[in-house]
């Protein structure tokens, strides 16, 4: 296979086991170099294995339900992976303050649906950075964390 087939092999791995409907954390350790950078526009950038497992326990125990899928298909070039994808979930566990734009009590039930586009660069068959530009203004909305215009 390809330098790119191959990231694309792991990226897909990462998508699924990661972001997917359940989470393995033992991926981060065998997926992501020691000092990868995770960032979305919702979030504060978390860096490294036992940051990026925290921001994740922390995701799914508000968000119990919490699913990512991939919307297109992988597209790679040289060191760098390209994945569109679509997701959500219902904020149904504890109270959640990882949102830069504000915070949710404990279970409000709200639901969140939006979608994105992601990064990934990876280096030796890791994963260094996860850059992501997603629809945040959606799932703020939909949480009544900003208000509609």
């Not at 919702?42 to 508000?62: A, N």
């Not at 969140?112 to 959606?138: N, Q, S, W, Y």
Request: aromatic letters at 10%; charged letters at 25%.
């Amino acid at each position: 296979m390809s330098k790119e087939e191959d990231n694309k092999a792991i990226v897909g791995r990462w998508f699924n086991d990661f972001w997917g409907e359940t989470c393995n954390l033992a991926i981060v350790d065998e997926l992501a170099s020691p000092d990868m950078l995770l960032q979305y526009s919702l979030h504060e950038p978390r860096r490294g294995h036992e940051d990026i497992k925290d921001f994740m326990t922390d995701f799914r125990s508000s968000f119990p339900n919490l699913k990512f899928w991939g919307a297109a298909d992988l597209i790679a070039e040289g060191d760098y992976v390209v994945g569109r994808w679509e997701g959500g979930g219902t904020h149904a566990g504890p109270a959640f303050s990882d949102f830069l734009a504000g915070s949710l009590p404990a279970a409000t039930g709200r639901k969140m649906h939006f979608t994105g586009t992601t990064v990934l660069r990876l280096k030796d068959g890791k994963i260094v950075e996860e850059i992501g530009l997603d629809d945040g203004v959606t799932a703020l909305t939909q949480l009544c964390l900003i208000k509609a215009a």
